[in-house]
Each structure stands twice: as C-alpha cells, then as structure tokens.
C-alpha cells in the first residue's frame, strides 16, 4: 500500500549494509520480501474475507539490524483459513478443562472425549464457535508420582496435535497440587507449611510432559517461569492478541525456591506485555461455598489481579466439597470484583470431579465471547453425555452451570 512505502524506505535505510555486495543483496531481497509481507497483513486487517494471512518472524543479530528469519502462512502456528475472516465484532470461545485427575486414574476414555470434541468442533465441523484457546485448570492427574497416569493424560491432551505436529488450538496447562510428587504432610491441611512441604516434594512428571521443552514448537507459546511450572501463552480472537498466564498452584508460595518467584515472574510477563489483554488461569483462587479467595487467592488477587488493568478474566478449580450428592453447588461459582482502576474482574471456578459418573462427567465450561453484545456466555456441556447443564443464576445464583455476565471488550483494549 503507497501510505506504507514511507516507513518502508526508513525501514530500508536503517539496514547494517554487509560488508560484502552478496551479503548486501540478500538483505535487501530479504527487506523487499518483508515489506511485502508488511503490506498483506495491512491489507487483510481491512479485507471483508481474506483466505489466509501471514506473519513474520523478525531478528536482530550481528550482521543486520533487520533479519527475515521465516515466513509462515500460519499465525502463532495456527491455521488461520477458517480464523482470518474473523473481527472482533464476532463471538469467540475459550474452552475450559477442568480438573481432570480422576480421569487418567479411572476412566482414560472421557479425558481424551473431551480433548477430541475441541479437535472436532474445529477440524471436522468448521469451527462453529470459533473456539481460539483451551485452558486446563491443573490437577491433571490424582497421582504426581505415577508416569502411567501422567503417559494417559499426555495421550489425551495430544489430541489438540496435528500429526505434522503444528497445533488444532493453542493451550495452556499448569500443574495443581495432585501433580506434585508427593501429598503427605506433617502440617495442618492448606497451610502455608504444608503448601511448601507439597512443592518441595518434585515437579518432575508434570516438567517431562507439559512443561517448556514439550511446547519448542509452538510458536504461541510464550515462555516459562525458571522452574517451568508457570507459563504463558498467546492467542487470537480476530484481529486481537490476547495474553494468557497460566500459573502454578499456590505461586504465593515460592517453593522450590527460585531468585524471581512465581508472582515476580508474573509481573514482568504483564509489563512486557503491557498493551495486551489477560487471562489469568491458575488451580487456586476462589474457596468456600460462597466464593471467597483462599489465602492463595487473596495472594494472587492483591498482587496481580488488583494492580493489573488488563486482566480481565481470572479461572479456577481446585475447591469441592468431596460430597457427590451436593448436586450444582459443588465445585463451581462466578463473581465479580473490582480492581484498583475500578473496573470489572470476571472470577470464574469450575470443578467437576463430584459429578458422576466417573469422577467427573466429562463436563467442560465454554465462554462464549460477545463482544458486539458486550456479554459473555458461560454453558457447561459434556460430550461424554452430550449434555447440557441448565442451572440459571435465578435458580442457583453464583453456583449457576449457565450464567451469562457484563464484559466489555473496548474497555479492556482502551
């Protein structure tokens, strides 16, 4: 596009010329390729309904301040065919799997149900939802120390893979207390010294099968904490990039210890990504049958959540009573906080591991972003059962299973 061939020109000159003419020329091919490229995407972001999109991966190194490292037809490695005809006046869906611990321990099958529904909704039936990420709430498995648990959950979870393994849809997973090698502790349940005496215990299960070096090829994956048990993840909702953190249990408690903590670590991936709206996903938060924040998520909330303006959404599981006959009230509650800038926080918990059959039922929460609306859908479907839950918030309040609440997406990208 001509308004683009100023920047272009600046872009150009500002090149380290090599030394050498073909070094020369081949950075100035790779410079003409970029702003190519540049100009696509400019033209996409204003097309009614492009096929595809691209983008590029820029480095700088010794020999050229500007190197064109790779040029995908994929964006964040996902196919973006079905994606680009997307604005952010559509509806999107974020998919979330909560605790799955009894399902590699019990019953593999309905685990690797509910990862194939996703593949399927987007592979197979076009994608109807526009499902852009799933997030895992932690406690994968009910055993940290057993590698058998561990080999079914990973098979489950690799259903979301491509055999030419690029991705169906970006995730994240972050591991919960049961992942942790050992439960035992000589300490008063849920305190700070029992929390400690559970992480320092081992991490290593959940590290060879969903830690950082088991995501190198995803090019939406962000990075990781030094231990590599908390991580964050990019998305795409149309046009949007949206940052997803998804954090160990009880980050408030930096065990093993590490010289930038949990929550530290938290921050700095916040202010390097300050323009970009967040997602907080974290095993831990909300407690009780009322929903207030544990001490864990009291931490969380005064640290990150409060400070930051642009985390608009915080997921959770974690809490539920042990007792199956509870019926909806039983591991799940909605709220909404306020923080420092006085705005809205959707805080969200979904835990199904009461619900039967098989510890679990199979059930996952899908939110359903409206943002022409400025709402988002919350509905609980299991496709084990191929069930929908029907608990309004005028019949059950904050326990509702299909709940709908206020968020305006402007306002989070203002």
Not at 24 to 43: D, K
């Amino acid at each position: 596009r001509s308004q683009r061939s100023d920047t272009g020109i600046i872009l150009l000159t500002k090149l380290h010329v090599a030394s050498e003419k073909a070094a020369f020329v081949m950075q100035l091919r790779r410079s003409f390729v970029w702003l190519c490229q540049l100009a696509i995407l400019h033209y996409f972001a204003d097309a009614e309904s492009p096929d595809e999109t691209c983008q590029m991966k820029l480095n700088d190194d010794s020999s050229a301040s500007l190197e064109l490292l790779q040029i995908e037809k994929t964006l964040h490695g996902i196919d973006m065919r079905q994606a680009t005809h997307r604005r952010l006046t559509d509806s999107f869906c974020i998919v979330v799997v909560p605790d799955t611990q009894h399902y590699p321990e019990r019953y593999p099958p309905m685990y690797t149900n509910e990862t194939q529904w996703i593949a399927d909704e987007i592979e197979v039936r076009g994608n109807p939802l526009n499902i852009v990420f799933v997030s895992h709430m932690g406690d994968v498995v009910q055993d940290g120390n057993n590698r058998s648990m561990w080999a079914s959950a990973r098979g489950s979870m690799s259903v979301l893979h491509r055999n030419d393994g690029s991705y169906i849809v970006p995730y994240g997973v972050m591991p919960g207390n049961h992942d942790y090698r050992n439960l035992s502790s000589s300490f008063p349940a849920e305190s700070p010294e029992e929390t400690n005496q559970i992480k320092q215990s081992g991490i290593t299960n959940y590290l060879l099968n969903f830690g950082p070096s088991t995501f190198t090829d995803a090019a939406w994956y962000g990075g990781a904490d030094s231990l590599g048990t908390s991580s964050f993840q990019y998305f795409f909702a149309g046009p949007i990039k949206f940052l997803h953190l998804s954090l160990e249990w009880a980050p408030n408690i930096n065990a093993p210890h590490r010289d930038i903590s949990p929550l530290e670590w938290s921050e700095a991936v916040l202010h390097e990504n300050s323009g970009l709206p967040v997602i907080l996903s974290t095993h831990e938060y909300l407690s009780g049958e009322d929903g207030s924040r544990s001490a864990v998520g009291e931490a969380i909330f005064n640290r990150l959540v409060r400070r930051h303006d642009k985390i608009f959404l915080v997921l959770c599981g974690h809490w539920h009573s042990g007792r199956a006959g509870r019926g909806s009230k039983n591991g799940v509650w909605h709220q909404t906080s306020t923080n420092d800038f006085g705005r809205p926080v959707l805080e969200v918990m979904q835990t199904f591991q009461d619900y039967m059959p098989v510890g679990g039922g199979g059930w996952l929460r899908i939110f359903n972003f409206k943002p022409a609306a400025g709402t988002v859908h919350v509905r609980t479907y299991s496709p084990w059962l191929d069930a929908w839950r029907t608990e309004t918030v005028e019949e059950h309040g904050g326990w509702a299973n299909d709940f709908t609440l206020d968020l305006n997406i402007s306002r989070i990208l203002a």
